[in-house]
């Protein structure tokens, strides 16, 4: 039997029929036919396994079985190996290398043949460009990795799946790659990733992005293509690039869509502003507008009545799709975008190319919506107290978003002033603890250079604030340096690229801590932070403090004085409604009517505040707010002179007279209408003196009646 035994495996008798092997095993059992095979005849006994691991490894990729464990264990081999239909045998072959040495060898044989089966079908996938999802959904990701280490194509496959993302101009992104060929349950960088696979999609990542970096933004204008539904702009934002899609079949009129096309490469031929959303706005309108009248199919299908139906749905509309309450400024930017499109398009700057029928009016040229700044609504400043709290808890943020606290509390500069902050921004001034703070105000840059302004502005900071944004400089010098850039507040994540640092996140986090520590709005909601409110504050503060325009315009990098004297306005405003009729009731126990203070401006309120402490403006029954520039008085000759008079405030302790006067003068009026009716007068309402006397009991009444009705 062991010479047969012999014959078999040094002759490879097995390929085509095992049933003699299986004799030798029922014969020679388990562990003895293993024993033998390995010292006698090793060399055939391991071609043997290898020969049925193949056949396993085969049979095993055309199932739909799936690996789940680290190791294929090699009892399935040997199941195959001593398979016999006619007479199973019934063996644990869990067991059968127990009592041998280095049994490892022979799960790496299995896995040789997985890795040489698997490699082959990957190759034909590799080939045609196809992502390798399935492969790692039946292997694992970990064994993937491995047979894309093993395989010579596998630089080339990922170097042209990268490439292909710049042919659609699509920015590259290491999940992306990786996701495309592992699948989207994958995660880049796992734990067991072959090294040069994952160093291999890294560097190709890289490279691939560098290369769109610079390519992209220059070929924007080549989107403008009149025929693509489709145009995707890029622009440079730090290390990184930003995107604005722009899809046309947002508008479902095809006609109109074109029409829109031609506008917006005419729009778009002096330069492209990344963020723009005329597409947004336009295509809401244009649908409503198809919906309202379907036989529109050009521009100059909208006549006047499509123009005031439109006007009028947009009005019922109270929310957005994404359930926001629609705000007054959407109307004017929806006109604003069909007036531009349908002036452009019976222009002289039409383009030849145009098929569409000219516009001969334009209907949406009516529709001008004046006081639009009353429409939007204020930043709000930041409470003291909310801003005295916050700074108690400053210390749980991070290091990076406590420096950029700081800064927009002490500096009002702009989110993106802020973000792009340069090494050496920060310089000694000839103040003692004082430093210059130079940055580029980006909204007003253009406007700067078009008045020969230099490109920076440089504000005063303190010691501390300097300290701190130099420490941070330090801090990132090396990420600069890497990506040859001068912006501070680089950051860069494990496993991502370098970004930008993101003031929304920072945002984020104030307002987790507002939540956290009961930071409460006016109607009970934890106050929302925004980057713009800290300018605003920082504004106010300085105005309240007696700072003048030309500081507040120097310190916030306006261009002229009118941004800065809205400022004080609105704090001229604020004062004027906080001195309103309930201060002066609070204050003196007056009733002081709005429209009475509605004559009086802040100043005039003020001196005003002034006379009644001084008791300069006190009469019989209350204090008399009759303006000095309006003269005299002109009741002062009359037998009751302030009683009717609008320029009479009365209070609370002036309410018993009231009351007594009240009733002296319903005795009055009561003797009055006996006496008419004693003598048959039924025309008595037309009697001076009765006029009189009812006139000032109706006063009496309103008084008495006001006082009580306000609390007073």
């Known amino acids: ?242 995107t604005n899609r722009m899809d046309f079949r947002m508008i479902k009129s095809p006609s109109l869509r074109t029409e829109v096309k031609y506008y917006l490469k005419h729009r778009f031929c002096g330069g492209i502003q990344i963020k723009d959303r005329f597409l947004t706005t336009i295509a809401g309108a244009l649908n409503l507008l198809c919906e309202i009248n379907p036989i529109i199919h050009y521009f100059a299908d909208i006549d006047e009545t499509d123009a005031r139906k439109l006007h009028m749905t947009i009005e019922n509309v109270t929310h957005t799709p994404n359930g926001r309450v629609k705000a007054a400024t959407n109307i004017m930017g929806m006109f604003s975008a069909l007036k531009v499109t349908t002036k452009y398009l019976m222009g002289d700057h039409r383009d030849e190319n145009i098929k569409s029928p000219r516009p001969h ?66 310089s000694k001034s000839r103040y003692e603890n004082v430093f210059d703070l130079k940055y580029k105000p980006f909204k007003v840059l253009s406007a700067r250079r078009r008045t020969n302004r230099p490109d920076y502005h440089t504000i005063n900071i303190t010691g501390e604030l300097a300290e701190g944004i130099l420490r941070h400089t330090e801090k990132t010098a090396a990420l600069r340096e890497e990506h040859c850039l001068p912006y501070i507040f680089l950051v860069k994540r494990k496993g991502f690229r370098a970004n930008m640092i993101n003031p929304q996140y920072f945002l984020a986090k104030l307002d987790e801590l507002a939540k956290k520590h009961n930071l409460w709005d006016e109607d009970g909601t934890p106050w929302h932070f925004t980057a713009r409110q800290y300018r605003k504050t920082l504004a106010v503060t300085l105005i309240e403090n007696g700072g003048t325009i030309e500081e507040l315009a120097y310190l916030l990098g306006h261009l002229s004085y009118s941004t800065a004297s809205s400022y004080y306005a609105e704090v001229r405003k604020k004062r004027l409604a906080e001195m309103n009729s309930e201060f002066f009731r609070k204050k003196f126990e007056l009733l002081l009517s709005g429209e009475q203070l509605s004559r009086f401006n802040e100043e005039e309120r003020r001196l005003l505040y002034v006379d009644f402490c001084l008791s300069s403006r006190r009469v019989e029954f209350g204090h008399c707010v009759k303006k000095l520039s309006e003269g005299d008085c002109d009741g002062r000759s009359s037998l009751v002179n302030c009683v009717n008079c609008k320029n009479l405030c009365t209070g609370k302790k002036y309410l018993p007279y009231w009351k007594d006067l009240l009733s002296d003068q319903k005795k009055l009026v009561a003797g009055l209408l006996r006496i008419y009716q004693q003598n048959s007068l039924s025309d008595f309402h037309n009697f001076r003196e009765y006029r009189q006397e009812q006139g000032l009991l109706d006063g009496y009444k309103n008084i008495v009646a006001a006082i009580e009705s306000k609390g007073l």
């Open 361 to 426: 009016a334009n209907p949406f040229a009516a529709y001008t919506f004046h006081n639009s700044r009353d429409f939007v609504k204020n930043t709000p400043v930041i409470p003291e107290d909310i801003m005295e709290k916050m700074d108690a808890h400053i210390s749980e943020l991070s290091e990076d978003y406590r420096l950029i606290y700081k800064i927009f509390s002490e500096t009002g500069m702009r989110a993106k002033e802020v973000v792009f902050l340069e090494a050496g921004c920060v």
């Open 1 to 242: 039997m062991i010479d047969r035994y012999r014959e078999i495996l040094e002759n490879d008798l097995y390929a085509d029929n095992n049933s003699e092997l299986c004799d030798c095993f029922r014969r020679l059992g388990g562990m003895a036919f293993v024993r033998v095979g390995l010292t006698k005849y090793r060399a055939g006994f391991m071609r043997c396994f290898a020969h049925y691991a193949e056949v396993f490894a085969r049979k095993w990729g055309e199932s739909e079985k799936k690996l789940h464990s680290k190791h294929i264990g090699y009892k399935y081999v040997f199941e195959l190996m001593l398979k016999d239909e006619k007479e199973p045998i019934k063996y644990d072959f869990r067991y059968i290398l127990d009592e041998t040495p280095n049994s490892a060898e022979f799960c790496e044989i299995i896995e040789a043949a997985f890795l040489r089966y698997w490699t082959k079908r990957m190759a034909s996938q590799m080939q045609h460009l196809e992502s390798l999802a399935d492969v790692a959904a039946r292997v694992g990701d970990v064994r993937l990795s491995r047979y894309l280490a093993a395989m010579p194509g596998t630089e080339s496959y990922v170097k042209t799946l990268a490439a292909r993302y710049t042919e659609t101009r699509e920015l590259i992104s290491l999940s992306k790659l990786h996701n495309f060929i592992f699948g989207n349950n994958s995660r880049s960088n796992f734990a067991g990733c072959e090294k040069s696979v994952a160093m291999l999609l890294g560097c190709v990542v890289a490279e691939e992005f560098a290369l769109q970096y610079e390519k992209f933004p220059t070929e924007n204008h080549l989107q403008r293509d009149i025929h693509c539904d489709i145009w995707i702009f890029y622009a440079q934002h730090g290390p990184t690039l930003w």
